[in-house]
């Protein structure tokens, strides 16, 4: 007598009778491949944020209204006015330190990718404070008193650190991280000028975000 199975051959509702046909393989370069969709609205909404991140930092700049003025007394004692830090707008009245060879100016020179930086002393502050100016090298014949106005930043933070400091070093001029900088080229009214530019940036910024939530892994032909 054959022995009969007697179990239930009935497939429960929601179980495949073919589990293989839904088997997903493990790795990471099949979850990437499963989810390159995904991975790539990431991809464009990091690019944005990147952009957005700095474009944020120009437009709070360009909302700036007066300078703050600095302190020549308090420069040469190595102060900045209470609250003032760097990235502010500020301003201070001086005459320019030239050297007294106009041969051989003490401007120190900062240039890489076809942009030059040039950093020169005041007279009345010595190697308290540097100006920065940009791309145009300045007038040497230029020795009066003036009001000079930008970003605050120091020698530890402008563009090009190290080229900057090789410049510095032959020009005689100093180095340390801490001696505070004014980037005369850095001025609200120059940013904005160009805050539509700005504005478009960060409406990019969102619509990337609104397309990822949106779209998810979906493909962008939809096949």
Known sequence: ???MDTCDQQTPPG???????HYEKRGLGAWIKRNSW???RLFVVMVFTFGAST???NFSYGLHGEPVPLNIEQLNRGELPAGTQLGDYVEVTGTPDFGPNPERPRIAVSSRYEASYYYFALKETGSNLLIQTAQ???DVTDTGQRVWRGKLANVGTVIFHDTTQRGLEMADLPQDASVPVIETGDTPEYYRQIFPAYSTIIGLWILSIAWLVWKKNKPILGL
């Open 1 to 3: 007598m054959v022995p």
């Open 15 to 21: 179980h495949s009778p073919n589990p293989s046909e």
């Open 38 to 40: 995904l991975l790539a």
């Open 55 to 57: 474009t944020a930092a």
């Open 136 to 138: 145009t090298p300045p």
